[in-house]
């Protein structure tokens, strides 16, 4: 089985495989492969001829070989895609033979969304040998800021650590709209280290009020801060989701807690999944509040994620339902 990061760089380097499956839990992942594959395979004019798109809902195991086993017409390799593979369950046995013996003019790939594939099952195993398996995990939130930082890479941006937490903080754990923004920043072409400004000037994200200003304000107990960003925002629920807000809060009080508990101290960093240079941020929080009150914050942010999707409370009340919340974290 491949990562993403070995399947992108292949795909990249024009190394394709015969046959991919792409499956799991977090659809991102398997679009933009799938999106990689079809512009490394394909061409404007050859799409109409060699790219096939099929659906597992109406396909037949017998239509998807027939289709694979043609030759392409206008480019080297024919594309097929067969989207919602999920719904195949009981046709992938039939579907082995011509895994096994692939057509090497034809790129074949299934998107099987929303579940894990059971590898135990000898599709799987076929793929494996003779083309790309790849399982599509959701990332938790404390892994999606180094998944930012190494995306950014792969894309070929600098992208400071600073940089990587303000889109975090704009954005929760949205790996679409991440990637969005991070194409936004390749597009224009900034080629020195991108810093919080580049993210201000060219995506729009303020440096003032935003998730992690609200977070600072919070580890450094500046109230008067918290409560003037928490108003801005209450004022702009579209720009600034209340559960990406939430999210974010209860991320940086859940480190908090960890890092209070930590017999070693100097490897904070890759316990709590943060560079380095953050560690003091959360040093500095550690004197500022104890190991209880950390526990009854997180408590509080948990009665308020559930009033923040409709649950006891009307989620519309944005501005309402966060100053609460940052009122109750201040009173602990």
């Known amino acids: 089985m491949q990562t993403y990061e070995q399947l992108f760089n292949e795909i ?44 597992g809902k109406d396909a037949q195991a017998s239509q998807i070989i027939e289709a694979a086993k043609r030759f392409p017409m206008m480019a080297t390799h024919q594309l097929i895609v067969v989207r919602e593979a999920q719904h195949l369950e009981r046709q992938f046995e039939a579907l082995t033979p011509y895994v096994e013996n692939p057509q090497p003019q034809t790129v074949l790939v299934f998107c099987y969304k929303y ?119 209450g004022h702009n629920p579209k720009q600034y989701p209340l559960v990406v807000t939430v999210s974010t809060i209860f991320l940086f009080f859940q480190r908090l807690l960890i890092y209070q508990g930590l017999d070693q101290k100097n490897n904070a960093a890759s316990v709590l999944g943060i560079k380095p240079y953050f560690v003091k941020d959360y040093a500095q929080a550690s004197m500022k509040y104890s190991m209880r009150q950390c526990s009854q914050i997180i408590s509080l942010i948990a009665e308020a994620d559930v009033k923040s999707k409709g649950v006891g409370a009307d989620a519309s009340q944005t501005e309402a339902l966060l100053k609460d919340l940052i009122i109750g974290i201040f009173s602990c």
């Open 115 to 233: 579940k894990k594939f059971d590898q135990r099952k000898k599709f799987f195993k076929a793929v494996d040998k003779k083309g790309g398996c790849f399982e599509s995990k959701p990332l938790y939130d404390n892994k999606v800021e180094p998944w930012i930082l190494n995306i950014s890479k792969l894309l070929g941006l600098n992208l400071s650590a600073a940089a990587g937490r303000l889109i975090f903080y704009n954005t929760g754990n949205d790996l679409a709209r991440i990637y969005k923004e991070l194409e936004k920043l390749k597009i224009i072409g900034v080629t020195k280290e991108i810093l919080p400004e580049h993210i201000e000037k060219h995506i729009g994200f303020s440096k003032e009020f935003n998730n992690f200003e609200l977070v600072n304000a919070l580890g450094e107990k500046n109230f008067s801060k918290a409560i003037h960003i928490t108003q801005h925002m």
């Open 12 to 55: 990249q380097k024009k190394q394709i495989r015969p046959v991919y499956l792409l499956a799991g839990e977090e659809p991102f992942f398997i679009d933009q492969l799938t999106d990689l594959l079809t512009d490394s395979i394909s061409t404007p004019e050859s799409e109409a001829f060699d790219k096939t798109i099929l659906y």
